[in-house]
C-alpha cells in the first residue's frame, strides 16, 4: 500500500520510526514532511498530506503533531479527507470500517512507539466496510462537505 506520512515538529520522530516500519513491511512511503525537529506550523502538514492523498499519491495518510488535536482538526477542514486522531486499536480500526476514515492522526506526546505501530497496523489493516448504514453516513459527511466547503 503507498501511504503518506506527514508531521510537524514534535511529531518528526515518531513519523521518521512510523515511516521506516512501513517501509521494512514493503509499504510505499510518500513523505509530507517536516524534515527535521524546528518548529513549524502543524496546519501546513496536514495540508500538504491531505493534498497528497487527493492527489492519489497514496491510498491513506498518518498525520502526527504533538497532542494530534491541532493536526486533526486542520486535515477535516480539507474536503474529502476524513481524519481521526485514535490513541486505542478499537478506533483505529473501527474508523476506516465504519466511516472511511483516510488518516490516522496520532499524539506523539500523548503515546508510545509500540502503541504508534499497533494503531498504524490496526488502520491499515482495516477496509471499509460498506454497509447500508455506514455508506448512508459517509454520504451524508460529504453533503456537509458540500454545505460548508467554503466556510472557514
Not at 7 to 19: E, M, N, P, S, V
Not at 73 to 84: H, L, M
Not at 115 to 123: H, I, K, Q
Amino acid at each position: 500500500m503507498r501511504i503518506v506520512v506527514g508531521a510537524d515538529h514534535a511529531g518528526f520522530d515518531l513519523k521518521q520510526i512510523i515511516a521506516a516500519d512501513l517501509r521494512h513491511r514493503g509499504h510505499e512511503v510518500v513523505d509530507a514532511g517536516t524534515n527535521n525537529d524546528d518548529p513549524v506550523d502543524y496546519p501546513d502538514f496536514a495540508e500538504a498530506l491531505s493534498k497528497m492523498l487527493l492527489d492519489g499519491r497514496a491510498e491513506r495518510g498518518v498525520l502526527i503533531c504533538g497532542s494530534g488535536v491541532g493536526a486533526s482538526v486542520s486535515a477535516n477542514k480539507i474536503p474529502g479527507i476524513r481524519a481521526g486522531l485514535c490513541h486505542n486499536t478499537y478506533s483505529a480500526r473501527q474508523g476506516v470500517e465504519h466511516d472511511d476514515m483516510n488518516v490516522l492522526v496520532l499524539g506523539a506526546r500523548v503515546i508510545g512507539i509500540e502503541l504508534a505501530r499497533e494503531l498504524v497496523d490496526n488502520f491499515l489493516g482495516a477496509k471499509f466496510n460498506g454497509e447500508e448504514r455506514h455508506r448512508r453516513r459517509v454520504e451524508k459527511i460529504k453533503a456537509l462537505e458540500q454545505r460548508y466547503g467554503k466556510a472557514t
